[in-house]
């Protein structure tokens, strides 16, 4: 690794420090953004768009579900194999990449973090274990705490404090980064074969999923908590469900969020953007969902963009799963995780001739461009549920050009013309708002910019990315192309990809956060967690924390109780 | 003396982690409470391989561990197309290696579920598996089948800490509110306890999952009056008991995987398990043999793609069991070494793979002899695992827990340590080449 590096010539889109396509030369030294150097090797990025290393706010990239993806489809594996090389190792997999492709990958499209979306607690080494062999990205991993029954139960008796004591106990054990929400109370009532809406009641709990909202991002915000709750609203996927999510938003209205952020990030809305009562008279919901966003400052959301073709969808949202393999008939995998939550895995076809899957992959796009203000959306397929994150430059090309839109819109079900508004959409996204929707927002949202993700300004991680093309570009083709292979990605200053190609993989670290509880809350929550291992768990509870190998590269954000 | 609790099992599938034992002068002296009796043996220890050896005209010489690490690698080096089988009785750790190992040498890979539940994951990859984990069924199921399967011999824990015989939060009574149905092909230890036992003949299987189906999916009148032995009455009231169940799952051993239809009983069996959850929650799950032979595959998995029977000779990892599993593979002679690790293929392997697998150079990593030992040519002793090194395994239910490390060893070398050694060695010897 050099231990200076200089770009020169480069055309810089960096919004988290303001600097919208300037000419600008950048400095690195020991793997940070610094102000000057002396003896630098040197780059000319000779007039190309740089910026920073790409940061995804929601993929599901390692882990149970995502390792019985692969084990079941073999035949996903087949259509990504590519040979080890002097500096990678071997890679397979299109929809659920081995660990390996996962990181070279992400690298080539310029990006350097990856937030795992979905850690069932007692799972989370297999997660960890996972990342480990996840090259060159930095990462982190959000555990599912909201069909707990510890949670469930504290939200019955109302008591926020303790329930925030859960909240740190688990999000420590597990060496998670925030508070995961996944159809909440849904995915426990099937563990009985039955699911939830909003205002159900949850079998034998007597709670209602729109109570465990509200009081996990209430004990969450008790915390200096870098990110706010991540929620997978309920009915996902199922026509009509718009106002269920937009009710969802509201339960956080009041809540006071630590810092400048909102109190709950919506994830994959565009599986909750859906009208209709129907498969059959199923249409875009998506302007209701983004009046709400436009018109309020509590939630963000990223979008779970379509990518049209074959992938495996994968969720702790079993009754979602199981509901999506009675349509299909094709294989499907379940696993239900003792007192915590679920998951399932079924593979699927996104076609352009289907209605159904038209209006989905229009709704995607939608909210991207609905949206006014883009650091209030991220841009994401929900990795690999509506696509593979592969086919990111596929969406900032169609997001950029209208050109290319009304291009496919002549490939896809003429439906899009009536059931969806995307077609009478001008708006076109600049470089500065993609750079916000895959890097700004995404780091601001998640809370990492303070610790040198998503920027680069003085001190940021020398993360970045160099595309092959000029500001000017307005090919839609030729700017999937760049987005797609880097002239250059740099990870913490060393080069990770030149043109297209990894050439360094060097391993991640994985950041996690230790909330700091009042120890008397914990004492006290920790005599009925106890007393749910002795009973209930099937492995002990000092078997059950996270140990400190299964992270080689730490890196702790601590997460002290609000004042 | 001192008392080590949460000590975690390194025997069976189970991986039980409640076991207390007593550890005095370097030795455990007891095992007070948690293990079965067969990880109570091992725990208390007995003879292992005390040093590396090397075969030398017919007779095995003790040498160093560079020794017997420089010829392993040597071998494996020279070698066109080795063999790296076994790792289901060792850590994720080894495993990671191995599967680098594997890659580095354009060699295959492969786990003992080549030989075990190799069929389970064929019909996996074929229909799905509905599944969750154990402390699911201890809390919930209130209708529990073994099929082909013996716990009570083979996973002694197996129904007192997760299913028929264990308390939990819907089950606080035990066995009392609870079924328990057993179908095999002979009476055996748990078939004993069984509400409902079929005594199936030999290979019908297939048939009885058929049957069955046909009566949860409303097409009982197509079901002959006796389907592999068992009279239509009997099936038709298991199939009730099915209906009624609130939590359902089927165990599946190795009486179901390698009879008749082999992996297709398999399919048969998770069809089956979905046409009675239209009545309650219904899961399945193999019953997994060793304590981390779910780990290997979840490792493969991870790391290739592919959960076991990886060829990666061509650079790229290639799967296709039934050309690139192990057996098949010797049968063939497609393999010129074998590096066997934490695994008996000398007891398992048919008599065509044995008999090439005994003409190759063959390196073994063991704590312990095993018939594998006989033909062996290098021989490496290791720690064993859970007991005197730690690392990560995978229980049948792909719950990942990590062994404990309980006891000292100023000799033994940890198997990826030693798997790391080798592949040094062989780098170095393809640098030295390449001069």
């Known amino acids: 690794m050099a231990a200076e590096l200089l770009i020169r010539n480069g055309v810089v889109y960096d919004p988290i420090n303001g600097v919208k396509g300037e000419k600008k030369d950048i400095f690195i030294r020991d793997g940070k953004i610094v102000e000057s150097v002396s003896n630098p090797k040197v780059i000319d990025a000779e007039g190309r768009v740089i910026m920073p290393g790409g940061v ?32 990678c190792r071997v890679q397979s997999g299109y929809s659920v990449p ?44 959000m555990p599912l705490i909201d069909n707990n029954w510890m949670t469930l139960e504290y939200i019955k008796s109302g008591n926020t404090d303790l329930l925030a004591a859960y909240i740190a106990w688990m999000i420590k054990a597990t060496k998670g980064y925030g508070v995961k929400v996944v159809n909440p109370g849904g995915t426990e009532a099937w563990a009985w074969g039955k699911n939830c809406n909003l205002h159900d009641t949850v079998p034998y709990f007597d709670v209602t999923p729109a109570e465990i909202v509200k009081g996990l991002a209430e004990a969450t915000e008790k915390f200096e908590m870098p990110h706010s709750i991540h929620v997978h609203t309920n009915m996902l996927g199922h026509p009509g469900n718009f106002e269920v999510t937009t009710d969802t938003y509201d339960l956080v209205k009041g809540i006071k969020p630590y810092r400048d952020r909102p109190a709950m990030h919506a994830t994959h809305t565009q599986f909750h953007a859906y009208g209709g009562t129907t498969w059959k008279d199923f249409e875009s919901q998506a302007t209701h969902i983004t009046d709400y966003v436009n018109a309020n400052d509590h939630v963000s959301i990223d979008i779970g963009s379509i990518v049209l073709g074959d992938t495996t969808t994968m969720t702790a ?21 003792e007192l915590e939550t679920g998951s399932g895995i079924t593979p699927f076809l996104y076609s352009g001739k289907s209605p159904v899957n038209t209006i989905q992959w229009a709704i995607g796009q939608e909210l991207a461009l609905l949206i006014k203000d883009p650091w209030k959306v991220a841009l994401t397929t929900d990795h690999p549920n509506a696509g593979p994150f592969i086919g990111y430059p596929i969406i900032i090309s169609m997001l950029m050009s209208k050109k290319r839109r009304d291009e496919l819109a002549e490939d ?9 508004v995307l077609p009478s959409i001008d708006r076109e996204y600049d470089l500065y708002e993609i750079a916000i929707i895959t890097r700004g927002m995404t780091a601001k949202t998640l809370g990492l910019a303070e610790h040198g993700k998503g920027h680069l300004g003085v001190g940021a991680d020398a993360d970045l990315a160099i595309y092959d093309m000029t500001p000017e570009e307005r090919d839609a083709g030729k700017i999937q192309k760049a987005f797609l292979n880097t002239k250059y990605t740099i990870k913490a200053g060393e080069i990770v990809v030149k043109d297209g190609e990894v050439v360094a993989a060097p391993p991640g670290k994985t950041i996690f956060v230790t909330p700091e509880c009042e120890q008397s809350l914990m004492d006290e929550m920790l005599v009925t967690l106890k007393d749910k291992f002795d009973k209930y768990y099937s492995v002990t509870f000092n078997n059950y924390p996270v140990q400190d190998a299964y992270l080689p590269n730490p890196y702790e954000i601590k997460a002290p109780m609000r004042g | 003396m001192a008392e080590i609790t949460d000590v975690v099992c390194s025997l069976c599938g189970c991986v039980c982690d409640d076991i207390v034992v007593e550890v005095e002068d370097n030795k455990v002296t007891k095992v007070k409470r948690g293990a079965c009796s067969v990880g109570k043996s091992k725990l208390l220890g007995h003879e292992r391989i005390k040093t590396p050896m090397l075969r030398e005209n017919g007779e095995l010489k003790e040498v160093s561990y560079d020794e017997a690490i420089k010829k392993a690698a040597e071998i494996l080096y020279k070698s066109r197309r080795p063999l790296l089988y076994g790792w289901s009785s060792t850590v994720c750790e080894a495993d990671r290696v191995g599967v680098e190992l594997a890659e580095d040498l354009g060699g295959v890979v492969d786990n003992t579920a080549s030989v075990c539940h190799g069929p389970s994951v064929l019909a996996i990859q074929d ?36 299913s028929y015989v264990s308390k939990g939060f819907w089950t606080a009574e035990g066995k009392k509110n609870k079924k328990l149905v057993v179908v095999d092909v002979r009476q055996t230890m748990t078939s004993k306890m069984a509400d409902v036992f079929l005594q199936i003949e030999q290979g019908k299987d297939y048939q009885i ?23 239509k009455e009997q099936l038709l009231e298991v199939a009730d008991m099915v209906k009624e169940a609130k939590f359902g ?25 979905r046409a009675a959850h239209l009545f309650g929650k219904w899961s399945i799950m193999p019953m997994r043999g060793h304590y981390n032979v779910t780990g290997f595959n979840q490792v493969c998995c991870w790391q290739t793609g592919f959960p076991f029977s990886v060829d990666l000779t061509r650079g790229y990892p290639w799967y296709n069991p039934g050309e690139t599993s192990s057996t098949d593979l010797l049968a063939r002679g497609d393999c010129d070494s074998a590096l066997i690790i934490a695994s008996d293929p000398g007891a398992h392997f048919p ?38 090194s730690p690392g990560g395994v995978y229980r049948m239910d792909n719950i990942p827990l990590r062994l404990r490390k309980i006891l000292d060893t100023d000799y033994y070398i940890p198997d990826e340590e030693i798997v790391e050694r080798i592949m040094e060695e062989v780098r170095a010897l393809r640098a030295k080449e390449g001069e």
């Not at chain 1, 896809?412 to 969806?420: A, E, G, L, P």
């Not at chain 2, 165990?251 to 008749?260: E, K, L, Q, S, Y």
């Open chain 1, 56 to 87: 995804d706010i929601h993929a599901h990239v390692a882990g149970g579900k995502v390792n019985s993806g692969r084990l079941m489809r073999p035949e996903d594996g087949r259509k990504g194999i590519e040979p080890k090389t002097k500096v």
């Open chain 1, 98 to 141: 081995n660990t390996f492709a996962t990181g070279y990958r992400y690298a080539r499209m310029g990006y350097t973090f990856v937030m795992e979306a979905a850690m069932p607690p007692l799972a989370a080494r297999h997660t960890h274990e996972e990342m480990i062999d996840i090259p060159i990205l930095d990462n982190a991993a």
């Open chain 1, 317 to 337: 949202d079993g009754p979602m799963e199981y509901d999506l393999y009675q349509i299909t008939g094709r294989k499907w995998t379940n696993c239900d995780v």
């Open chain 1, 412 to 420: 896809v079900h003429k439906v899009i013309f009536d059931r969806t």
């Open chain 2, 127 to 162: 229909v799905g598996l509905p599944s969750c984990t154990l402390g699911e069924i201890k809390n919930r199921a209130d209708l529990i089948i073994y099929w082909g399967a013996n716990p009570a011999a083979a996973h002694a824990n197996h129904m007192k800490r997760y």
């Open chain 2, 209 to 231: 999952f058929s049957a069955l189906r046909a009566i949860l999916r409303g097409h009982g009148d197509v079901v002959p009056d006796n389907v592999g032995g068992i009279a």
């Open chain 2, 249 to 273: 799952i089927t165990f599946f051993g190795m009486g179901v995987t390698h009879t008749g239809a082999r992996h297709n009983n398999i399919v048969n069996a998770i069809q089956f398990t």
């Open chain 2, 351 to 388: 008599g065509a793979a044995l008999r090439h697998l005994a003409k190759i150079p063959v390196i073994q990593i063991d704590p312990f002899a095993n018939p594998t030992t006989e033909f062996a040519d290098v021989i490496i002793p290791s720690t064993i695992s859970g007991i005197e």
